[in-house]
């Protein structure tokens, strides 16, 4: 069994801009550090996300933020790989949804994403979540968490965000657009890194 460096600290980067997901990692890892800084609180932007996997840009969004903050720092890399396209969108997910000067519109990417199915049979798909921590040395752990479903036209309900209307998981029947928050969180790829991240990295307050 592999083993992992410890968090022991005291403040933990979140290697984002985006202030709702600052929000919720801090909320979910509250009991295991006492500060959790954004990377802009440091003055960083982000790296660009040159990775052609999930993990490769989470590990790079870390290490970026761990060597120059000081601190170690946690990043993720989400988004929805579909069968029938060879894993596509994958890391280029957010920028399906990315009109011409940048605006991100998931009504139509979802849109793109039947378009680009057709009348393929196959209609799996998967979302993956990576984690990076990353420690100001270098050191690095990547958790990955994964959920597989289906995709469904016309999509279905309003909760959520990015292409949760489009997906059933297995063995549901609400899409995640139309589950309550709470039972999307317990299958979510997201979800699923985490308890990873945590059991691996994270030790329970005495
Ligand atoms: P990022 O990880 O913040 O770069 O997000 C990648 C993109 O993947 C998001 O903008 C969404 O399009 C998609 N995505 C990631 N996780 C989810 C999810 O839980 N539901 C719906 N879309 C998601």
């Known amino acids: 069994m592999t083993s992992y460096r410890r968090f022991r600290g005291d403040t933990l980067v979140i290697a984002s801009h985006n202030a709702g ?9 509250a009991p295991y550090a006492g500060r959790f800084p954004s ?14 996997t999930f993990a490769a840009n989470a590990e790079l969004k870390a290490r970026y933020v761990a060597e120059r903050s000081g601190h170690p720092a946690l990043a993720d890399d989400s ?13 280029q997910s957010a920028r399906w949804a990315e009109d011409a000067s940048g605006r991100r ?25 990576a984690l990076c921590l990353a420690w100001p040395d270098g050191e690095t752990a990547v958790f990955e968490g994964r959920v597989d479903g289906s ?3 016309p999509v279905r309900g309003a909760n959520g965000f990015g292409y949760d209307p489009m997906f059933l998981p297995d063995g549901h029947q ?5 589950m309550e928050p709470a039972a999307k969180h317990a299958i979510s790829h997201r979800a699923r890194a985490f308890a990873k991240l945590v059991a691996a990295c994270f030790e329970a307050p005495a």
């Open 79 to 91: 988004g929805l790989a579909v069968a029938a396209l060879d894993g596509r969108p994958g890391v």
């Open 21 to 29: 997901k600052v929000r919720e990692i801090a909320d979910l890892l």
């Open 105 to 129: 519109d998931f009504g139509r990417a979802m849109e793109r994403l039947e378009e680009a199915l057709g009348n393929a049979a196959d209609r799996r798909a998967w979302f993956i979540c």
């Open 174 to 178: 609400l899409t995640f657009g139309e």
């Open 39 to 52: 990377a802009g609180a440091f003055g960083l932007d982000d790296p660009e996300e040159t990775g052609e």
């Open 151 to 153: 995709l469904v036209w």
